[in-house]
């Protein structure tokens, strides 16, 4: 059975969304951090927002990012979304029950990433689906804006791995509970 695993972004105050907010405080050891998330990565699982994001942004990257972005761009992606209908930059749209066609996911890849993608997020922890969570709080907070938990999401979990960056970036690795 394979492992999801998602990982986030997020302020002090919890907001995830539009993370220009963590450039100050990008540096080569989270660089080194996302590429092995990415490179240890079979299949990129995304929300829609976060795929029409991606796909817009990351094919021009490439040049600029080397082995990361070529991986990040030839990696299969699978997209929950009910309003697209043309897949594009190597994605397959999940029809059906998304939960259930995540458990299929799992059964057929090792590891899948998720990035972003705070609705599926939010839908996959329902459903028990995710299997680490890989959160770097950056030490700055915002004020406003979309927070990575939805209001009643409820989960319990244990903190399975800790280290902080020089710029302060705490990355923190939980597990359920």
């Known amino acids: 059975m394979g492992k999801i695993y998602a990982v986030e972004y997020v302020t002090l105050d919890g907001v995830f969304e539009e993370p220009s907010w963590s450039g100050p405080y990008f540096n080569d050891e989270l660089q080194d951090w996302q590429f092995q998330n990415t490179m240890t990565a079979d299949i990129q699982l995304l929300g829609r927002v976060t795929y029409e994001g991606f796909k817009e942004a990351w094919p021009a990257m490439e040049a600029e990012t080397g082995e990361f972005g070529r991986k990040f761009n030839a990696m299969p992606k699978q997209v929950a979304t009910t309003t697209l209908t043309e897949p594009e930059w190597n994605a397959a749209f ?84």
Do not use: C
């Open 94 to 177: 999940i029809e059906g029950d998304v939960a259930e066609a995540v458990r299929g996911l799992k059964e057929q890849h090792d590891n899948i990433i998720v990035n972003g993608s705070g609705n599926l997020l939010n839908h996959l922890t329902k459903h028990n689906l995710v299997d680490e969570y890989r959160i770097m709080v950056f030490p700055v907070v915002v004020g406003a804006g979309r927070k990575l938990w939805d209001d009643g999401t409820k989960v319990a979990l244990s903190l399975a791995n800790s280290w902080t960056t020089k710029t302060g970036v705490a990355v923190l690795t939980y597990v359920p509970a």
